[in-house]
């Protein structure tokens, strides 16, 4: 059996997430899956590009700042396991 590489299988997730209503996830992990979705596919937030920004994208980039220490290989990684851990369910 061959291996599936990270790309293929963070893409596979991120189909699978499409499918997901948001009524159906608690909101830390939408935030969670925000964020871990933007540090893989942008990198590091940079605060400089988005001065005006309401109360929700602030928790949105709150979620984003705290994860932004891994890279974006950890970042896939980490979205692939959320959202087999929620197809478990």
Known sequence: MIKKDLDTRFLEAVYKASEMTQASLPQDVQLRLYAFY?????????LKQNSIYHLRDAFKTNAWMQISHLSADEAKEQYIE?????LKK
């Open 82 to 86: 959320i959202i087999y851990s929620l």
């Open 38 to 46: 933007k540090q893989a596919t942008l990198g590091t937030l940079d």
